[in-house]
């Protein structure tokens, strides 16, 4: 790779397996210049918070803050949708000047007073930091006079990156919880954190624990409800997916109601697995529990192993990249391709914590290149040099791999199928054949063919 693909200034958050002892800095402010692929605070919470459909989502700056809707990361409901509208209290000059606070006053009560719902989530932004609108004592005011939780979400961009939001997110969150009645919550039940139902995936993990004789108590927050979430400190076990959003929220939970948690990823075979084995050892006081774990396992498999076989012969050897937000959906889509044949030679994160490299580096084979918060220059001189057959990434990703002639497959909150679970291993094999094998990459000029 030429040396100039990558800034100086980067050459920290970038290792090559094997070349040198690992050491990859990480959670550091993006490079101004580099064009980052990494969000703001407000972004993370956004994520975070949005799927939960009963409550009002209320975004307390300039309007162009409320660009970022249901309609950028989706979130399926089995129920209400209140989540799909955005709202915004538009600030304008003059609100900036003289304060935003009776804006925001009046703006929540009126839609209170239309919508009905559950529980207000108030976001703050860039320009809200700046001029010191008191957040804090307008919702306690308008909680009091409307009977609801209303919710302030400490997410000024400028304080930090996307990690910092899922934080603010969290501490939103932590004040419903421990608020609602707890009774007739069973012993064997679980919260299920971090999973956002982006195509219905998290109906499906349901569907798993309640074969094995576990209740959900709630889902935090893909179809998320706020009277779930408020009783949610009854439930025994914390199982949180993307630990990097929700994981706050499960120390807090620990804390403060000692409520263990188990970190956990459904994609991919092994890890799907896992997932369901380790609540079942949670729950070891009933082996028939663990007994329906594995009873659905070999049912899940016997149906999918034959198909994902006929992939593999045609994919053997084909090698892929992949960034992605969170580092822990990395390590199962590392497991994932290794399953399929295909060797993963490229693999970063937006959000990677210390630890979470220190697993890709020892699950990844030698010469395989890990970065942290990459930008287009880094990633398109990545996948030249390692001649990559699929990139997997979200929307912004997209269009580098398509320029290069690289096939790609949607892994972020973009996508609208289903690539969780035993049948969204199916789908991701399917989608990964169907991409790499097309035709068109004979007509493209970097491969021979």
């Known amino acids: 790779m030429a040396a100039t693909a990558i800034f100086k200034e980067r050459q920290d958050q970038i290792h090559r397996k094997g070349e040198a002892p690992f050491a990859i800095s990480c959670n550091k402010e993006s490079l101004a210049g580099a064009v980052s692929q990494r969000a703001c605070v407000f972004c993370g919470s956004r994520v975070v918070l949005y799927p939960i459909a009963d409550a009002l989502h209320l975004v307390h700056g300039p309007i162009g803050c409320a660009v970022y809707t249901w309609d950028i990361r989706g979130a399926l409901s089995s129920g209400p949708e209140l989540h799909r509208l955005s709202f915004s209290t538009d600030l304008q000059e003059r609100d900036v000047i003289f304060g935003g606070e009776k804006k925001l006053y009046a703006a929540l009560t009126e839609l209170i007073g239309r919508h009905h719902p559950k529980a ?9 930091g700046i001029i010191g609108d008191d957040l804090v004592t307008v919702c306690k005011r308008v909680a009091a006079e409307q009977g609801i939780p209303v919710l302030p979400v ?13 934080a603010a997110a969290c501490n939103a969150m932590r004040q419903l919880v421990g608020t609602g009645d707890t009774s007739g919550i069973p012993r064997h039940s679980i919260n299920i954190l971090g999973d956002f139902n982006l195509a219905g995936e998290l109906w499906l993990i349901r569907q798993y624990y309640e074969r094995m004789g576990i209740t959900v108590v709630a889902n935090i927050t893909g179809d998320g409800r706020v009277a779930d979430i408020a009783r949610a400190h009854g439930a025994s076990l914390n ?6 959003a929700t994981m706050d929220l499960a ?9 263990p948690s188990l970190r956990v990823s459904y994609f991919g075979i092994e890890d799907m697995a896992e997932s369901l084995y380790a609540v079942a050892r949670f729950f070891d ?3 028939t529990i663990m007994a329906r774990a594995q009873e659905l396992v070999r049912e899940e ?25 969170g580092a822990f959906k990395a390590f199962s889509l590392v497991k994932a391709f290794r399953l399929i044949g295909m060797r993963v030679v490229m693999v970063g994160s937006q959000t990677g914590t210390p630890e979470d490299y ?92």
């Open 251 to 259: 120390r807090m939970m620990e804390k403060d109601f000692s409520i």
């Open 154 to 166: 400490q997410s000024e961009g400028f304080k930090g990156n996307k990690r910092a939001g899922y």
């Open 120 to 128: 207000a989530f108030v976001y703050s932004t860039c320009i809200v």
């Open 358 to 449: 220190e697993e890709l580096q020892a699950i990844t084979d030698p010469g395989t290149i890990i970065v942290d918060d990459s930008n287009p220059l880094e990633l398109s001189a990545f996948l030249k040099e390692k001649e990559v057959d699929l990139f997997v990434g979200g929307v912004k990703e997209r269009p580098i791999a398509y320029k290069l002639g690289v096939a790609f497959c949607d892994h972020n909150h973009e996508r609208k199928e289903m690539l969780a679970g035993f049948a969204g291993m199916r789908n991701f094999a399917r989608e990964v054949y169907a991409s790499v094998m097309s035709p068109v990459w004979r007509w493209v000029p970097r491969r021979e063919r």
């Open 301 to 325: 498999l016997t149906t999918l192993m034959p198909e994902l076989e006929r992939y593999r012969r045609k994919l053997a050897g084909k090698k892929a990249a992949i960034y992605v937000g």
């Open 239 to 244: 199982v949180v997916q993307c630990s990097g």
């Open 285 to 287: 006081d009933d082996p």
